[in-house]
Each structure stands twice: as structure tokens, then as C-alpha cells.
T-cell receptor, first 117, second 114 residues
């Protein structure tokens, strides 16, 4: 069964610092998608970044970038120049395909990130 | 504005009562999903639907039921058989194939059963 593990329940950094959130996953598939979602205090889930496993190049979205290590099954998120608005729960998610061919997201337990002024 | 609507934001029910959570989307998405979120845990899939009049159980479907009579709507009923129904419920939708496109989430419904 596919699983997603986020080993850091909580993290805290100062504004403008760089922070890296860890995520590992387990799968036997060779082609899949990985996601980082952000859930601020409003509890609205927002997509931060997406990575396709067949692409070797790491995805980047402005201050957010990933370090995708396919062989190690690792998918970390780096936030550069952190801002107060980055304070949120961050979830790593893996898109898996079930025997019927449907694609479903499997989420990690989340990392609570606090950016301090 | 296109998006996903969940109502109500907060819902209170007595134990033993069935309750239905609403989810409507105007994004013209084919697939819709229901997730449950508990404190300290990630989201867990309850049910999903890829086309009208068809849906499949997710990882924690026991005590829940759904219907998909319209493309835009995917209501979730929490039945009295659900042993621990108090949680935050999130509805999502996506274009198919799901992996190539992100899932868009609604604002959620907080259900409290006493």
C-alpha cells in the first residue's frame, strides 16, 4: 500500500529565513504525481506545487521549490524568504491508481509551520 | 466566480441522527471527492465519483453514503452507523485524468455530534 510520511510535526522559523519540509513516500509504481498542499488557519486547502515523477527537473513556483529524489522516494519542499503568510499546515500527497484505474490522493499527516516576525 | 461551495460551515447534530453535507461545484469538473480530516492527521478519502450516477468507496467509507445525480453536486450523508462522526469534512473536485490536474477543495464543513 502506498504511504506518505512527514516526519516533522511542527517547525518554526523567523521571517525571511529558508525552511525545508520533509516528505517520504512508498510506492511500487514508476509513474505518479506528488503534491504539496497548504492549509492556512482558514482551513482552505491550496495547492502549492506539483511534481510529475517522470520529470527529472525539480518543480519551482516562485519562492517554493521541491527536491525530488525518485530513487530515495523523497519529496521535500523548500520555502525561500519565508513570509508571515506562509504560516500554515503543509501536507505532502501522493497520487495513486487503484485496481479500477481511478486516481486518488494519499496524504501525509502534515507539518505545522509557523513563521515568526 | 467558479469554485466549490460547501454548506453549512458549522453543523451540529445529536447522536443517532443522520446528517447530509452539501457540496456543489461550478467548475465543470468530472470527478468529485469527500475527505475527512481529524486533528493531527492528514486527509482521508471517504468516497469519490468520476462520473454521474457512479461512485466508489474510499479508505474510510463505513458509516457514510453519497449520491451523484448531477455533475455539479456530490452530497455526503453521515449516518448513525458512523462511530465517530465529529470531524472536519472537505469536498474536492478535479478534471480527469486526476493526476494531471490538481484537486480543488471547498472551504469545508465542521461537523460536531454530541
Amino acid at each position: 500500500a502506498q504511504t506518505v510520511t512527514q516526519s516533522q510535526p511542527e517547525m518554526s522559523v523567523q521571517e525571511a529565513e529558508t525552511v525545508t519540509l520533509s516528505c517520504t513516500y512508498d510506492t511500487s509504481e514508476s509513474n505518479y504525481y506528488l503534491f504539496w498542499y497548504k492549509q492556512p488557519p482558514s482551513r482552505q486547502m491550496i495547492l502549492v506545487i506539483r511534481q510529475e515523477a517522470y520529470k527529472q527537473q525539480n518543480a519551482t513556483e516562485n519562492r517554493f521549490s521541491v527536491n525530488f529524489q525518485k530513487a530515495a522516494k523523497s519529496f521535500s519542499l523548500k520555502i525561500s524568504d519565508s513570509q508571515l503568510g506562509d504560516t500554515a499546515m503543509y501536507f505532502c500527497a501522493f497520487m495513486k491508481r487503484d485496481p479500477q484505474g481511478a486516481q486518488k490522493l494519499v496524504f501525509g499527516q502534515g507539518t505545522r509551520l509557523t513563521i515568526n516576525p | 466566480d467558479g469554485g466549490i461551495t460547501q454548506s453549512p460551515k458549522y453543523l451540529f447534530r445529536k447522536e443517532g441522527q443522520n446528517v447530509t453535507l452539501s457540496c456543489e461545484q461550478n467548475l465543470n469538473h468530472d470527478a468529485m471527492y469527500w475527505y475527512r480530516q481529524d486533528p493531527g492527521q492528514g486527509l482521508r478519502l471517504i468516497y469519490y465519483s468520476q462520473i454521474v450516477n457512479d461512485f466508489q468507496k474510499g479508505d474510510i467509507a463505513e458509516g457514510y453514503s453519497v449520491s451523484r445525480e448531477k455533475k455539479e453536486s456530490f452530497p455526503l450523508t453521515v449516518t448513525s452507523a458512523q462511530k465517530n462522526p465529529t470531524a472536519f469534512y472537505l469536498c474536492a473536485s478535479s478534471i480527469l485524468p486526476a493526476g494531471a490536474y490538481e484537486q480543488y477543495f471547498g472551504p469545508g464543513t465542521r461537523l460536531t455530534v454530541t
